[in-house]
């Protein structure tokens, strides 16, 4: 437990230099744990997983074997992109699973939002677990943690509720145990994003808004069909590319689009179009304890709806949720 205390005296890295010295520092420490061993990485693309997947690759090469899991549920073109930037541009050893089916038909006619994220935590360590087991002489597991998930779990060792279970994904199963390899462990988020930045990767990568683990599967609301699912990948895209576009994506630290199991009466070339509403989330938090709204220029929600309207199949609403947290929490579910 005692490493897992971030000392007073450690220095916040704040700068390209700091971070290159503590690069420096975990590549000699990570050689020295896992020697010529294999090491595994669920990579799911997200900034942690993906600062430690660069970090590996520096240090031990090809040792690193990462898995990237695709439930299905990922934003439009995610999987892709980490595929072209790990594969092709960072040489890793990645192996890609698409397991969109395996999830899909679980959760077919699943509504309630703790069962969606159980079915799909739980699934991803099956489909990992599967993975590890065809690799051999893998004897470290090496893991994103950062320190505010260090201290997340301290207070929930202490008893102190939580909202939503937000942390779901469990253990291995009891066959595959590994050490562990969290080279991430004591640093803040923006010291992540520091050190992100002088591995060499994206600054979009690094500085990306946080993505749930269920991902689109709790902005699908209720039970998720893939017609559904597809609009909303669709929908959210649009508003991405908007946000970039109009210089929001910097400014606004959660933006993206739920899609409810509601259709409306609408008209579409001059006949009756029934279809789903889109609803924008655009918040600004520190924590995400607690979040604003953020002031969206009305010229960019409506070009955002024009184009959310003709180009996604489905849709015929878009309305923007004015709800900050509380009351409402950031994700519908
Ligand atoms: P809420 O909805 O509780 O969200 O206001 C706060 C932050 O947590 C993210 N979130 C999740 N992250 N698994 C995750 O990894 C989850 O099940 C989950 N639910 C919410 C949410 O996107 C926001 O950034």
Not at 39 to 61: C, E, F, M, P, Y
Not at 216 to 232: F, M
Request: aromatic share 6%.
């Amino acid at each position: 437990m005692a490493n897992n205390v971030r000392p007073e005296t450690m220095e916040r890295i704040t700068t390209p230099a700091l971070a290159q010295a503590f690069i420096d520092e975990q590549i000699a420490e990570v050689r020295a744990q896992v020697g010529n061993k294999k090491v595994l990485l669920a990579l799911s693309g997200g900034v942690d997983s993906s600062v430690v997947a660069a970090l590996l690759i520096k240090a031990i090469g090809k040792q690193l074997v990462c898995v990237h899991v695709n439930h299905g549920l990922m934003r439009k073109d995610e999987s892709e992109n980490v595929i072209k930037l790990f594969q092709d541009e960072l040489d890793a050893n990645l192996i890609y699973v698409d397991a969109t089916d395996r999830f899909l038909d679980l959760l077919a006619g699943v509504s309630d939002p703790e069962q969606k994220r159980k079915i799909i935590g739980k699934e991803f360590i099956e489909v990992f677990a599967d993975e590890a087991r065809k690799l051999e002489g893998v004897e470290f597991l090496a893991q994103g943690t950062i320190y505010p998930d260090i201290l997340e779990s301290i207070k929930q060792a202490e008893g102190k509720k939580a909202v939503k279970s937000h942390h779901n994904v469990g253990g291995l199963p009891e066959d595959l145990q590994f050490a562990l390899v969290e080279p991430l462990k004591l640093l803040f988020k923006d010291e992540v994003r520091v050190v992100g930045e002088a591995l060499g990767l994206p600054h979009a990568m690094v500085y990306r808004q946080p993505f749930p683990g269920p991902g689109l599967g709790v902005r699908c609301l209720g039970a998720i069909t893939r017609d559904r699912l597809h609009a909303l990948r669709e929908a959210d895209a649009i508003l991405r590319e908007e946000f970039a576009n109009n210089g929001l994506a910097e400014q606004v630290w959660q933006y993206f689009i739920v899609v409810p199991d509601i259709k409306s009466v609408g008209v579409k070339d001059e006949s009756r179009y029934e279809g789903w509403p889109a609803i924008i989330r655009a918040v600004n938090t520190t924590d995400a304890m607690s979040a604003t709204i953020e002031e969206i220029p009305y010229a960019v929600l409506h070009k955002i709806t024009a184009r959310i309207t003709a180009e996604v199949e489905g849709i015929n609403r878009v309305l923007y949720d004015l709800t900050p947290k509380p009351v409402g929490t950031i994700e519908w579910e």
